[in-house]
């Protein structure tokens, strides 16, 4: 019975014989082959021959297959047949329908398994028919009513847009004044570019452009094709505003430059196309207006544009000079930056500059606010034409609630402060307490008094000499001869750093007095023993005395010598020695009766120093009656000189014979040839007595004389 089959290459129907049910058959169609689905055929009692077709071989062409089965005989065993080899299975064929060979015999687990197998096929089944319930029955319908109300509500609003007025798309036609994505329209002369321009249909108007951008200036009709321009360039289409700005690099004249700014300040972040920017740069430059240069100083810090900016403003001239103080205390480090640089390069003077300091000091912008007080406080000099009414400004700021401003200002008035200012200063310096922000002030003050230089503020400044040695260093010798007075009163300071603190500081200034001296001296009037003590010992130290400060110090020694401390006695003593004047004799003279060695020993010393006359027989009684004083006594005569020699020769005669030694020592250094007979004579008569040292003596100081 015939079957019919369909070509799954072409789909075309074909009828065969269903013989060849579930073999494999060409289409006489598509030359195609593929299996021949249909019922599963009975167990054939003949096999049939057929021929092999490989898969995917499209040039083979089928052959019928060749019968070549046999009868079985009766009572004989059906001899054994072998069907032909099936061919490959073709990979496009999806069939799943073909008759599957015949199942060998297992083992019972298989059967065990494929049992359980099933158990679990079926569940999946049922669970498969829930989940596709759920997606056919409530998912589906669900998305198709959603997209039906979506489809309504557009409607809906298309509905509202066609009826309102001021719908920009009327009938939703988004391009009413022409399609962008249509090339310009053609202009071919002036007339026809300006009537393009004027209209509103977009196609032309970029037409008009392109035709004026390639045109030739016609200076008589500059000024109506500018206007033209002009309302273009101002506009919020970029593509017309481009167009526009490039066209008027051929047209515009001064008036064009509003259109120009209005342009550029459309372009808020500073992206726009490079025509704009450089189109535009290039004809604002042309005409030099400040106007222009402000919109320019925008893109100071504009990503690639800030270049051009600089460059743009720095040949604008003086021109710019608005626009750079507009941007000079800017908070974007690179609009800043670049805006002091062209203020520089063309020159703004330095009054216009602290003038917009001052201003962007009132600004509420607290960033602007310190970058101006920085740059007012780190000037080198004062601006005279400013400089009270920057120091108004910053003694203002002291007060602010931000420390960082207060210790700026108060640097400021480092470089411009003024005497009007010293009172608020010397405040600083006096207030208590110890922190950073109070140190960092107070530092600042000091500095800035020292510059001011007013004598008023040393007493406040060397107070603070304990902790701020160096500022007060610097400040004070700043201060020169001012700061002497205050000085020099400190050099009987009760507080000995501060004491050598200001004897130093006077010997920086070249203080004519020896500072030194007049801390010793104050050291030596002070009610304070160790004082004194120490006052006494520096002049006892001293290998010269100072010639200006001699009578004075000498006086104040003269004075210590009847002091209640021994120490200070005795040192004072031993320090006029160096420092005592010709008028203070009787005063060591006397001091020659005292029992105590040191002075009495001192002031034989300074006799013979100050060559005191009257204590030339006072010292030839010690030569008596104290013979430890001996040899300072003889130094003493030697010092005084001839005047000592008529003593000497009254001494010659003495009975102890180590006076007489003693006296001829004396006239040895002092003696005239009228000792040379009173000489003789003791020599003679030391030789009648055996006494050699006397001989010897007389003999020397002879010789002496003699050779001189």
């Known amino acids: 019975m015939p079957v019919k ?13 269903d013989n060849v049910v579930g073999k494999q058959i060409r289409c006489p169609k598509c030359q195609k082959p593929f299996l021949a689905k249909g019922p599963a055929p009975k167990p054939p009692d003949e096999v049939e021959e057929v021929q092999e077709v490989e898969e995917g071989d499209d040039d083979v062409p089928a052959k019928p297959p060749a019968k070549t089965g046999v009868k079985s005989s009766p009572g004989k065993p059906p001899a054994k047949t072998y069907p032909a080899r099936k061919p490959p299975r073709p990979s496009n064929d999806d069939d799943d329908d073909a008759p599957a060979p015949p199942k060998k015999k297992g083992s019972p687990v298989f059967m065990v398994l494929g049992i359980i197998g099933g158990v679990f096929l079926v569940l999946c089944l049922g669970c498969g028919g829930a989940i596709a319930y759920v997606y056919t029955q409530i998912i589906v319908p669900g998305v198709e009513q959603a997209q039906k109300n979506l489809d309504d509500f557009d409607k809906e609003i298309k509905k509202a847009q066609n009826s309102d007025p001021n719908n920009p798309f009327p009938n939703n036609n988004p391009f009413p004044n022409g399609d962008p994505f249509k090339p310009p329209a053609k202009v071919s002369d002036l007339n026809g570019a300006l009537e393009a321009i004027k209209s509103t249909d977009k196609n032309r108007q970029l037409g008009g452009a392109d035709f004026l951008i390639k045109a030739p200036l016609d200076a008589q009709r500059q000024a109506e094709v500018a206007r033209a321009l002009d309302a273009l360039a101002s506009g919020t289409d970029n593509q017309l505003r481009n167009r526009a700005v490039k066209a008027l690099n051929v047209w515009a004249d001064k008036t064009s430059v509003t259109a120009l700014v209005t342009a550029l300040d459309g372009d808020k972040e500073g992206w726009g196309d490079d025509t704009l920017k450089k189109e535009g740069f290039d004809i604002l430059l042309r005409f030099k207006d400040p106007r222009g240069a402000v919109a320019i100083a925008r893109y100071l810090d504009k990503p690639f544009s800030e270049d051009l900016a600089k460059k743009t403003l720095n040949s604008f001239g003086p021109a710019a000079e608005g626009a750079c103080l507009a941007y000079f205390n800017a908070s974007s480090d690179g609009a800043r930056g670049r805006a002091r640089e062209v203020a520089g390069n063309i020159g703004v003077k330095p009054e216009l500059i602290v003038q917009q300091c001052l201003t962007d000091l009132r600004a509420k912008d607290a960033s602007r606010r310190q970058h101006a007080l920085r740059y007012v406080a780190d000037m080198k000099e004062p601006v005279p034409a400013v400089q009270a009414e920057t120091a108004l400004v910053l003694m203002g700021l002291l007060n602010d609630q931000d420390v960082q401003i207060q210790e700026l200002a108060c640097r400021g008035l480092i470089i411009w402060g003024g005497k009007e200012n010293v009172a608020a200063l010397i405040k600083i310096l006096e207030l208590p307490g110890m922190t950073q922000h109070l140190d960092t002030m107070t530092r600042f003050a000091i500095e800035a008094l020292g510059r001011i230089k007013d004598e008023k503020a040393a007493a406040a400044i060397f107070k603070k000499s304990d902790r701020f040695g160096g500022e007060v260093e610097k400040a004070l010798v700043a201060m020169g001869p001012l700061a002497e007075p205050e000085l020099k009163k400190n050099l009987e300071n009760e507080n000995k750093q501060m004491r050598d603190i ?13 500072p030194d001296v007049a801390k010793a001296l104050g050291d030596l009037k002070s009610p304070d023993v160790q004082r004194r003590r120490d006052g006494a010992n520096w002049f006892a130290s001293q290998k010269m005395p100072d010639k200006a400060a001699q009578a004075d110090v000498a006086k104040a020694l003269e004075v210590a010598l009847d002091d209640q401390d021994i120490q200070v006695k005795d040192t004072a003593a031993r320090a006029l020695v160096i420092w005592a004047t010709p008028d203070q004799g009787k005063v060591f003279v006397k001091l020659l009766n005292s029992d105590n060695d040191r002075i009495r020993h001192t002031a034989i010393d300074v006799i013979g120093t100050i060559k005191e006359e009257t204590a ?13 004083d001996r040899a300072k006594c003889v130094q003493s005569l030697q010092n005084i000189g001839p005047k000592a020699e008529p003593e000497a020769i009254k001494y010659l005669q003495h009975q102890d014979r180590n006076v007489r030694v003693e006296a001829c020592r004396v006239l040895e250094k002092v003696g005239t040839k009228g000792s040379i007979p009173a000489l003789q004579a003791t020599g003679t008569a030391a030789i009648q007595a055996k006494q050699n040292d006397v001989r010897d003596a007389a003999s020397k100081a002879i010789m002496a004389i003699n050779s001189r």
């Open 5 to 17: 089959l369909k070509c799954p290459a072409c789909a075309a129907i074909l009828n065969a014989p």
């Open 616 to 628: 030339i027989p006072l010292l030839f009684q010690l030569i008596i009656i104290k013979p430890g």
């Open 502 to 514: 200001a004897a130093r500081l006077l010997k920086m200034i070249g203080s004519k007095d020896n």
